[in-house]
């Protein structure tokens, strides 16, 4: 019999990272998590160097997160940006996050890549705050990150979802350097 359900799950120390109680209101706040995710993940050997975190934009609170997992789930979906958005869109029951007419944010440690980049389209996104660029991610580690238009932030912005990028980029910088000079898998 063919398998019926699909299981991934994140790493039992995210709720020591993650403050459910705490209200993340400023981008930088808001990427410095998804950073210290993504720092945590390469600390504890859970995965690569990726961190990611929905927020509601009105209040700041945190809807979920998430970190890579590709290698430990053996699955090529579970990158961070992606397990953050399918436990947010999980949580609040809906696949368009913000078909109840409010704003979603997703941070990332770093550029989404060509999955995650559509995966934010389609998941009901209304900001996307980016730590380190594609171009970082691509010195520091031997990550891919695939194609993307050549006007991306563009293509975006016509769909609704403002693009902010280079917060706190050298510390998002500073974990690739890390988990890219200590030879780990991802």
């Known amino acids: 019999m063919l398998p019926l359900q699909i299981l991934l799950s994140l790493p039992a120390w ?13 981008d930088e706040d808001r990427v ?14 859970d995965g690569g160097p990726f961190g990611a975190a929905v927020f509601d934009a009105a209040d700041g609170r945190l ?10 789930q053996s699955c090529s979906v579970a990158h961070a940006e992606m397990m953050a958005t ?7 029951r809906r696949h368009r996050l913000n078909d109840d007419g409010g704003r979603y944010v997703l941070a990332s440690s770093a ?7 559509g995966g934010t389209v389609w998941s009901g996104i209304d900001e996307l705050l980016i730590g380190a ?26 769909r609704g979802i403002v693009v902010r990028r280079d917060i706190l980029r050298d510390r998002a910088r500073g974990v690739l350097a890390v988990y890219g000079a200590s030879g780990m898998p991802y």
């Open 63 to 72: 809807i979920a997160a998430g970190v890579n997992r590709v290698i430990p």
């Open 14 to 26: 995210i709720g020591e990272v993650a403050d459910v109680g705490r209200r993340y209101r400023s």
């Open 32 to 45: 410095g998590l998804a950073i210290e995710l993504s720092r945590r993940n390469v600390a504890c050997g």
């Open 111 to 117: 550029q989404p890549c060509c999955q995650c980049y």
């Open 133 to 158: 660029r594609s171009e970082d991610v691509e010195e520091l580690t031997e990550f891919d990150e695939g194609p993307l238009p050549a006007d991306w932030i563009g293509e975006l912005e016509r």
């Open 86 to 92: 399918m436990i947010a869109q999980q949580r609040l």
